[in-house]
């Protein structure tokens, strides 16, 4: 099985003074996150002060916040079978067969958290492995060799 990454989401760039997202102190769409966030808590003067609110909030079980980064992978090698099946029946997972064991997912950050958690396959520690290095945030911990703390 080989897993590629072949999107996520990304924002357009603007100047400073339009955008609070730049006061982040993370990767652009750890910025996107935390300000989703502040908004919900009505706190978006804070954003960029507290390296550990995103944590913070999911610890709390506030992970509809991390919903708003998307991710599209390409997935060769992988016959269809259980652990697919249970990606493929979570409702904001998007999955498309290429035939010949070939596939496209679409999914948010919270669906990879909940696929590996109820997985654990070598599909779902993939998945995990290449988001952790557009969120390091989010999935830190799990790979120490190649997922270090966001700032």
């Given amino acids: 099985m080989r897993v590629t990454l072949l999107a996520h989401t990304r924002l357009l760039p603007v100047p400073v003074e339009e ?32 390296p550990t ?8 079980g506030h992970e509809d916040i991390i ?4 991710f599209v992978f390409k997935v060769e ?3 269809l079978d259980r652990t697919l099946l249970l990606l493929a029946s979570q409702p904001t997972v998007q999955v498309t067969d290429l035939g010949h064991d070939d596939w ?6 919270r669906n990879i958290r909940d696929f590996r958690a109820k997985a654990g ?24 060799e190649t997922v270090q703390e966001g700032p």
């Fill in 19 to 50: 955008a609070p997202l730049a006061l982040g102190a993370g990767t652009p769409q750890e910025n996107l996150i935390e300000y989703a966030g502040r908004i919900c808590y009505r706190s978006d003067a804070m954003m960029g002060k507290s």
């Fill in 53 to 60: 609110f995103i944590a913070a909030r999911v610890r709390e």
């Fill in 67 to 70: 919903e708003h980064v998307r």
């Fill in 77 to 79: 090698g992988l016959a």
């Fill in 104 to 109: 496209v997912l679409s999914m948010n950050a």
């Fill in 121 to 144: 396959s070598a599909l779902a520690d993939e998945l995990w492995r290449l988001a952790a290095a557009i969120l390091p945030t989010v999935f830190a911990g799990a790979f120490p």
